[in-house]
Each structure stands twice: as C-alpha cells, then as structure tokens.
C-alpha cells in the first residue's frame, strides 16, 4: 500500500452581499482578493475551499422586492444570480456559492440558535434601528447623527419591541484575549486597533430578532412563531451553514477558516459578534480576518446616486479580466482605500501591462523567432529571491507583492537593455545569444509562475509560449494598446 499524504485544508470565505443592489466594481475587489488566496494556496497543494455568497433577508430586502412590484423570493433569485456571475465574470474560483434562502441555511440557521439557548433571552428592545444598515444603532450614535443615518441619509426608526437578546457581553474578554495573542488575527492594524477600542469599552448583549409583524422576510426563530432571526444574526452563520454544520464532514474538515475577508464598513460584526456567537458554540474562532478598504470612483464613494457606478463588465469587454484583476489588485492600497478613475487605469493598462510585461513578452518570442528559429533551449531556473513575494501574500498585502513582481518585470526590460542580444548576434556569438534568451525566459516563467494568482489567463499563456522549450505562438499580443483617450 503506498503512503497516503493528505493536503491541509484552506478555508477563505468573503462576505455574502444583500441583494438590494447590483454589483459594481467595488464590490469585486473583495472577491478577487479571496480569489488570489485561494489560488496561491491550490498552488500550494492545499485542499481549498473558498466560499461566497448572497445575504438574502431583512427589512431591506422586503422593501426592495415590493417597490419592484415582484413576491419577494422571486426578486430574491433575480438578484442573487446578478451576483452569482460576478464570480465567474472575474475568473473567481470559487468552490461553494451559498444563499441565505437555501432551505439548507435556514435549517442549519435554526438549528445554531438552538445551540445558543443558554446565551439567549427575552428582553425589551427600545432604540432605533437602521433598515439600510439592517442594525440597531446605539442611542449615543443616533444623537451624535441628528437621527438620520449618514450612510443611507434616511430617518432611524424608533422602535420598542419585545425581541430575544444574545449574551454577547459575556464574551468581550475571550475575543480581547485570542485577538490580542495572535490566534484570531485581525489585519490591517488599523483595524485592530479600532475593534480592540470596542472591546475595551465592552460589549454589550444585543438583539437578535425582530417581531414577524413587523418583518416577516427572515428565518423564523425556533419554537416562537411571532419571531424571525435578526438578519444579520442569521447572515453570520453562512460561514458555517455552508461546510454543513454541525454534522458534515466538511465541517469537520474545514472549520475554522484561514481566512475571512471583510469590508471596513462591517469589521464591528465579523470581529465582535460572529467571534461571540463562536464562543458561544464552543467553536475555534477564524485564524484570520483581512479588513479591505473601500474603492471610490475619482474620490468619490461610488453610489448610483452619483452616477458613477462601474460595472466591472465594462472593463472586462474593453480590457479583460486580468487587466481589472491587476489594476484593482496591484493600485489599491490593499490596507486602504483605493480609487478607480478609467484615466489611471488606462495608465496603468499601457504602461505596466502593455509597455513592461507585454514587451518583455514580445521581445523575447521574436529574438527566439529571429536568432534561433523558435527553439528555446535549457532553462535553468533564475536565483531570485521569492520569499518577500510569499510573505506579502501571507499578510494580504496584495498591492506589495504585486510590486515584488513588477520589480522583476522591470529588471527583465533592463537586462534585455543591458545585454542587447541583437548587437551580440551581430557579432556572430550565436551560442551567448542563446545562453542570454534562454535566461529571459527562464525569468519570464518565474513572473508567470508570481503572477498565476493574481492574472491566471495572462500566466497560463506566457507559460504555454515557453515552457516546452520550443516557442509557441499565440494569438495576438498580451495586452495590446488602447489608444482612445479615457473618460474621466
Ligand atoms: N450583507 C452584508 C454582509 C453579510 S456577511 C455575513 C453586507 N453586504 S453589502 O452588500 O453591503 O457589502 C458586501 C461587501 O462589499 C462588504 O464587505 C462591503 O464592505 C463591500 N463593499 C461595498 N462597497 C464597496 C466598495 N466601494 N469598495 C470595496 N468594497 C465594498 O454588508
């Protein structure tokens, strides 16, 4: 019998977005940087699996379907598949796509809150509540805000209702310890530092429901008809819902995540309380929590008020989809905001990708058709040190490693430079010329090789043209030049 290894399991989850709206391009950065983990980490011989989703219930949602004039499940499978083909859209290789709707979640959703009886009560909620946000909002944040909510500019409600509460305040010391040594690690610091600012203050218990009367769009609340689960309350438990909790072998297998990847807008909910309702379940917290920034559209926060909604297709159709992957991925400050205006990503479109890696591509595929009729000859590997690459994506900064990549983009164009293969065939040493372009692309497989998580198609292709050791021809150039001025 032979020995049997088995991988170690990956699991990386993004957020799963309400469907109240469509997808813009803001919200593709999340899953393309999900996306790159989950691909470094198959390429690592890991047992991936990355999961997303849509969040599906909730006032918000109720609202929408009816304006729309359509029963609400209907409006819900509309949307929701709007959302399932961003994925694919963008060459995201995701495994598992879960609804909150799927009567899987919602047995599975029921069966948690069971679980979590002894930290559950009844109790008296008097307060108001953001329907855009789905949350109930502290009284000293309502009076801070004029009672309008600054996000959605729209009016809080007032509400006083009996609701189940959940025993979060027992929990602020256990998440302040695990954050603070390292075993639930939350990234940027900045945002660390902002959670461990409200662990500090302590949590409070919160309300975890909200009277059928009122909503009736939800999960119903085990054993209390008049109820459903508050949305959020319920959304959280996807991560799990979706490995098949609590019996699953996936469950078991792949609980808990490597990583989560967040919006800074919803750090508070993945940091505080689904680690609560974790504890509460007697759980492992996540071994990690990237918080991304927000993209904006020339400063501005993108919103269909504004009328600057990008979607990402209308820059998959003029550029294709690696061209987005990189922009987004490399010129988005991946610990901050980032900004999309088609003018900076034209830039960068003509001069990293067409000017830097498509020439490099280019030059070395005609001198090898040129000096040496196709054939390539040994290629040894290239001595360049990787490990700053490696450690940048292990820290989710995907902006740096990018750069780590460029820098060999760049030091390729400057070798072909320097060495000149055209003036040493000139001069007849036709064995140097093959020993110079036997190394060019020896480096070029090594930046496909850096490059497959983050632009797969572009590192497919440059490895076909080279890796046999004869030329392949491709069809067309990499990334060719768009000469037609940008909008703004
Ligand atoms: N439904 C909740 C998440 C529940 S997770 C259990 C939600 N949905 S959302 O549609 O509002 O946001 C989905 C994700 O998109 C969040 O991580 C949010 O931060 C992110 N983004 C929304 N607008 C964005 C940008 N402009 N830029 C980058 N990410 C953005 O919150």
Redo the contacts with the bound molecule.
């Keep these: 019998m032979s020995a049997k290894t088995t991988a170690k399991s990956y699991f990386i989850t993004t957020?799963?977005?309400?469907i109240n709206g469509e997808p813009?391009i803001?919200?593709t950065?999340?899953l393309l940087a999900a996306d790159v983990l989950a691909r470094y980490a198959r390429s690592h011989g890991q047992d991936v699996l990355l999961s997303t989703g849509t969040?599906e219930h909730g006032g918000k949602i109720q609202e929408k379907a009816k304006q729309s004039g359509k029963p609400v499940k209907e409006y819900a499978d509309e949307i929701s598949k709007k959302w399932r083909e961003l994925g694919p859209l963008v060459n995201m290789s995701t495994d598992r796509f879960i609804r909150t709707t799927d009567p899987g979640h919602e047995q599975r959703a029921a069966l948690i809150w069971q679980a979590l009886q002894a930290d559950i009560y009844k109790g008296k909620y008097s307060g108001w509540y953001c329907t855009g946000c789905e949350a109930f909002v502290p009284e000293a944040t309502a009076k801070e805000n004029n009672g309008v909510c600054p996000i959605h500019e729209r009016a809080y409600d007032k509400i006083e209702e009996e609701n189940y509460f959940f025993k979060l305040s027992k929990y602020s010391a256990e998440i302040t310890a695990k954050i603070m040594d390292g075993s639930f690690r939350v990234i940027p610091d900045t945002r660390r530092n902002e959670v461990l600012h409200v662990l500090k203050e302590g949590l409070e218990d919160i309300s975890i429901s909200r009277p059928k009367d009122k909503i009736s769009w939800g999960v119903p609340v085990p054993g209390d008809d008049t109820q459903i689960m508050y949305v959020?309350f319920e959304?959280?438990m996807?991560?799990i819902t979706v490995l098949g909790y609590p019996e699953h072998a996936d469950f078991k297998k792949f609980w808990p995540a490597n990583v989560q990847i967040?919006?800074?807008?919803?750090s508070r909910?993945h940091a505080a309380i689904w680690p609560g309702m974790l504890l509460g379940l007697k759980l492992p917290l996540p071994k990690m929590l990237y918080v991304?920034?927000?993209?904006?559209f020339g400063g501005q926060?993108?919103s269909k008020s504004l009328g600057n909604v990008v979607h990402p297709r209308e820059v998959v159709d003029k550029y294709g989809v690696d061209a987005l992957r990189y922009y987004l991925l490399r010129h988005t400050p991946s610990y901050e905001d980032g900004d999309f205006t088609w003018k900076r990503f034209e830039a960068a479109y003509n001069n990293e990708l067409a000017n830097e890696l498509g020439n490099a591509v280019s030059r070395a595929a005609a001198m090898i058709t040129k000096y040496q009729n196709g054939l390539i000859g040994d290629i040894a590997k290239p001595e360049h040190d990787s490990a700053q690459y490696h450690k940048e994506i292990a820290d989710c900064r995907f902006d740096r490693a990018l750069e780590e990549v460029w820098q060999q983009v760049r030091g390729l164009n400057q070798y072909i430079e320097e060495e000149k293969p055209w003036v040493i065939a000139a001069g007849g040493d036709m064995g140097h010329v093959g020993e110079v372009l036997a190394y060019i692309v020896s480096c070029l497989l090594e930046i496909a090789e850096m490059l497959s998580p983050f632009m797969p198609a572009t590192s497919d292709k440059i490895t076909a043209m080279f890796d046999s050791g004869v030329l392949q021809k491709t069809e067309g150039t990499l990334f060719p030049k768009h000469e037609d001025p940008a909008k703004v």
């Design positions: 957020s799963i977005p309400y813009h803001g919200h950065y999340e969040d959020w959304a959280l996807n991560y967040v919006g800074k807008d919803i909910f991304h920034g927000f993209i904006n926060k993108i």
